[in-house]
């Protein structure tokens, strides 16, 4: 592992390399490279500094955001569902992207669920002013509409886990499932936080016992669960 000081966001010929900050939507990329056992570089940014908004980071990202990773043939992607995906497919010894077909698909809906519906609503809850500026009444009112969005977005995933759990796959835990613990990380500020759910509270007491999440913890240091 390298946290880089230097910033100069090199190549690795053969190893990814995740370009992350800690707790953030790098978590997941980063917990599949960890389950991978195979050596990967990580550079953790230090957001409130800007480190993701200097010319060098705008080059690989230009949504001056993390994560990115550099793949081992030196491509550069950025968005952290697609990433994830990457991995998963990457190392199928993992069983993270499920094989079969129905699986797939459920394993391709749920991912793009969390990332384009949940994960969305979330960051309008958790950042109205990107949307609406500093009119303050009109990002409280935001952030009220966006946290019922959020929540609805809850319930149809323990819905999901009370039927088919104790993973969204049934019986096999999936990326998918990974990328879930990383929003409801976040998710704790809300007003109905995703441990309000039994279900859900109970997958995330099954990721949290990953020794891959407990590792991933420690190299971001952060205290305490994943989520
Ligand atoms: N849609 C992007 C969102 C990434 C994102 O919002 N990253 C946050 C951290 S979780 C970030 O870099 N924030 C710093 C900033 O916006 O300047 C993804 O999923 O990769």
Redesign the pocket.
Known sequence: MENSTSRVFEDFPGQYHLIS?P????LTPHIILQMSGQPYQLTLLN?RA?E??TPAYLRLNP?????TLILPDETKI????A?TMVLARAFPELGLCPDLPDDRALYDQWLVFL?NTF?AYY?LFRHPERLVGENTATQVAVAQGAAKRCEACLQILAKALEQKGPYLLGEKLSAADLYLAMICR?AARLPQPPRAFPALAALLDRINALPAVREVLLQEQIEGPLA
Do not use: D, S
Request: charged share 15%.
């Open positions: 900050a707790g953030t939507a790098g957001l800007g993701q908004k949504n001056g955001r993390v994560p950025f968005e952290a569902a990433i990332t994960q960051m976040w």
